[in-house]
């Protein structure tokens, strides 16, 4: 009875597509591709619209009556050579770079251990400490800005780029370390076991066996603590004061929007240039973000 | 041969020395092992928290010790109409640019879960928004949103007529509170798409095919397989979203930093300008404090959708 109705229904399937090919063809169509190419246009419109303005004369910018505003008829670098050479945005780009890469090593490392000591030197209370971290990550920094700029004063860092290093691990360590969990979880526990009957110290074991096979979970990490930190704003503009130690997105808003008329085509550009080492980074390493992405919401 | 140097390489073994003895210790190991993590948090994290609480207690200015002030911000804020704007503001932008990005993203995890060429590829430009900075795209929004010279504006009255005149995207109250949300739902679709459909993958396609055979229509399938099943994740990825709506900073301080007359302000923007931009640090540290309980009630909200996870995955996978 059931055989029969499933074959009926196999058949019936075998059969739609012959009869329905250009119907569903349409629906496809209408259903699918049509919302998807709407989605992707707007989510994309606004990084067109930077890279356009971002090469466009003044002149282009402020006159759609006889310039269509979608193209650009004589491409300019004036603005990218302004911000590089009338500003100080080389060294902006360079405090954030190394602030990103300090933050990230930093986080790393830290987090390396907690995770390897929560997941595999299971101790009495170590699901306890992971929770702590886990509910860290709930913390939002606007909670937080206003009492850790007097921690900053405190400690003498008040417009150090140190202190973003310092600080920025705050909300890197917790999402790190629940990256890293998950990844030391699906190592299985037998070969450190056989490492132990060998002989091998825990540290050794550390070294040789989990970290090797845990590659792709620290790539993710790091990458994703790169770009956190790269976009991070409300630290970067409470504890920095002084144009030179700015970091990218705090500079461009604080030092290139000046007086009443903006300079689009600076403001553009800088967004442009500001964003272009985490789109290139992105775009090298595409399927680890996807993964830690999952991978830390699914945990 | 062979056996005199394997005895010597474990006689070798059996006497480290005294630090390797010391880290191969387990307790001094874990202590060793979480202290970077802990410390980091404690000092940077915990400590702040706790300093935070009590700045709002007190009447601290910067450069200058606060005494003990007792309710006093707390009973102040309450008379303030603006921190009543910004609680009002921020109610409001975190319900609808949350319901949206997830009407929008839930969508968008739903097309791509379908099988089209260059799928990869789609999925990787879908979540530019969310890598880029948000304070750099955020300025490409007030570009967009400009009163003379907004694209938007040109689409509308020059190539499509529907309107006479440009759209005031950000010079009066109402229109500047919606760009904004329009804004934040533009950054916040990726990331509820692509953890979405994460989601949506995990789900087994012979349920669907049961549901099939037993006659199930399209909608029936979604509303009583997928969604269902989508439910924890849902619930964890709507949590997060709440919290780091609701404490949302950056896209108003660029975009408006909370005019026209302060109709924008979210209570964190609020705070800034209270608490670093005026120097009053207790008071901004008052209305950051009362950012806490609405995130305690989101926490509460994810804890129960975790329960509910594991209740679940008890029945599905015995």
């Known amino acids: 009875m059931t055989d029969t109705a499933a074959q009926a229904a196999v058949a019936d399937a075998k059969a739609a597509p012959d009869t329905m090919a250009w119907d569903s063809g349409l629906r496809r169509l209408m259903m699918i591709y049509l919302p998807l190419g709407c989605f992707v246009l707007i989510l994309l419109f606004p990084f067109y619209w930077m890279a356009i303005t971002s090469f466009k004369p003044n002149a282009e910018l402020m006159n759609y009556k006889e310039h269509n505003p979608f193209w650009i ?39 390396t251990l907690a995770a390897y000591a929560i997941e595999r030197l299971r101790f009495r209370g170590s699901p306890y400490v992971g929770l702590g971290i886990y509910l860290a990550y709930l913390v939002p920094p606007s909670i937080l800005f206003i009492p850790l700029a007097t921690v900053v ?142 991978g830390a919401v699914k945990e | 041969m062979s056996v005199t140097t394997l005895s010597s390489h474990v006689l070798a073994q059996r006497q480290p020395n005294w630090l390797v003895r010391l880290f191969d210790y387990k307790p001094f190991l874990i202590v060793m092992c ?92 879908i979540l530019l928004p969310w890598i880029v900075p948000t304070v750099l795209s955020a300025l490409a929004f007030w570009w967009i949103y400009d009163p003379q010279f907004s694209i938007i504006s040109y689409l509308l009255v020059d190539v499509l007529h529907w309107r006479d005149s440009n759209i005031d995207f950000l010079g009066s109250p109402w229109p500047a509170r919606f760009s904004l949300i329009a804004a934040n739902i533009w950054r916040g679709i990726p990331f509820v798409a692509i953890s979405l459909l994460a989601g949506l993958q995990t789900i087994s396609p012979s349920l669907y095919e049961a549901a099939m055979l037993d006659g199930a229509s399209a909608w029936q399938r979604f509303r009583y397989i997928t969604f ?91």
């Open chain 1, 153 to 294: 004063v405190q400690f003498g860092l008040f417009d150090s780029p140190l202190a973003l290093i310092l600080v920025y691990p705050t909300f890197l360590v917790p999402f790190c370390t629940w990256l890293l969990i998950g990844y030391f979880k699906s190592i299985p526990y037998e070969l450190e076991e056989c490492a132990l009957v060998d002989g091998a110290t825990r540290l050794q074991i550390l070294r040789r066996i989990t970290l090797p096979l845990a590659v792709p979970g620290l790539i993710s990490a790091g990458i994703f603590s790169f770009t956190l930190s790269w976009n991070e704003f409300i630290y970067a503009l409470a504890f920095i004061q002084s144009g030179a130690n700015k970091t990218v997105p705090v500079a461009i808003l604080t030092e290139l929007v000046t007086g009443d008329v903006y300079q689009w085509g600076a403001l553009m550009a800088g967004s442009l240039l500001g964003s272009l080492p985490v789109a290139i980074f992105y775009s090298l390493f595409v399927d680890y973000y996807v993964s830690s992405l999952t």
């Open chain 2, 228 to 318: 269902p099943m989508m439910m924890p994740i849902l619930a964890i990825v709507m949590t997060f979203s709440i919290i780091f709506t609701f404490t949302d900073f950056q896209l108003v301080y660029a975009i408006t930093r909370g005019g026209p007359g302060n109709s924008t302000h979210l209570l964190a923007t609020l705070a800034f300008q209270r608490g670093i931009a005026g120097g009053e640090l207790g008071e901004g540290a008052a209305i950051a404090v009362s950012m806490i309980p609405f995130l305690v009630f989101a926490t509460l909200f994810s804890y129960f959708g975790l329960a509910r996870r594991k209740w679940q995955q008890g029945e599905a996978n015995d």
């Open chain 2, 34 to 125: 979480l202290a970077p993590a802990i410390g980091l948090l404690t000092v940077f994290l915990t400590y702040p928290l706790g300093l935070g609480i009590w700045l709002a207690f007190t009447d601290t200015t910067i450069g200058r010790r606060g005494i003990y002030v007792g309710l006093e911000n707390f009973q102040y804020l309450l008379t303030d109409s603006l921190w009543w704007n910004a609680v009002f503001y921020s109610v409001l932008y975190t319900a609808v640019a949350t319901f949206g990005k997830f009407a929008l993203g839930f969508w968008l995890a739903l097309l791509l879960n379908n099988h089209f060429p260059f799928k990869s590829l789609l999925r990787a430009i």
């Open chain 1, 73 to 111: 008829s004589s491409p300019t670098l004036a603005h990218i050579k302004h911000l590089l050479f009338n500003t100080a945005y080389p060294h902006w780009l360079w405090t954030t770079m190394l602030v990103a890469i300090g933050s990230t090593t930093l986080s790393l490392i830290a987090s």
